[in-house]
């Protein structure tokens, strides 16, 4: 399949809403097992030093979010293409999923560095997210890796839907 950058950052925008709507739909389900406001968390990354409003925060945070999933989408695109996977085989979605676990390993590790980093967090704002957002709970790192997992899938099917 020949890359396609409309349908994947396309893909990637309607997934992340999508996965976005579900993990805020268990937030606001169990809120003590779930603190964790991830869009705050990126948003104020960017404006905590301006503002820690929470809608200009939150906007922030998902404009991020959805740049970020634009670029992850076109990585994954990209390595369809370079793996030479068509929608004959596997399933893109399956291979998303996978995709999607494998970006969570790494991007999980990572989180550690947004602690050094984060304004709020240095200011008192926000407790240290650790790796995996540990430091929220477990709850929270099994919602973020389901997230990662159902993002890929959702991405996967998607672009190679469109």
Avoid at 28 to 33: E, N, Y
């Amino acid at each position: 399949m020949d890359f396609n950058a409309t349908s994947a950052a396309g893909a990637s925008v309607t997934a992340s809403v999508m996965v976005l709507a579900v993990f805020y739909a268990f937030v606001l389900a169990v809120p003590r097992h779930l603190p964790l406001n991830w869009l705050y968390v990126l948003g104020s990354a960017l404006v905590g030093l301006w503002t820690t409003r929470r809608a200009p925060t939150c906007a922030a945070g998902l404009a991020l979010q959805l740049a970020l999933a634009v670029l992850l989408s076109f990585v994954f695109a990209r390595l369809y293409q370079a793996l030479g996977i068509h929608p004959g085989g596997i399933s893109f979605a399956a291979w998303g999923f996978v995709a999607g676990g494998i970006f969570w390993l790494f991007a999980g590790a990572l989180l550690p560095i947004l602690d050094n980093i984060h304004p709020l967090i240095h200011r008192g704002g926000l407790r240290l997210l650790g790796p995996y957002a540990r430091n929220y709970g477990i709850p929270t790192v099994a919602a973020l890796w389901l997230a990662n997992m159902a993002f890929g899938a959702l991405l996967g099917h998607l672009y190679q839907a469109w």
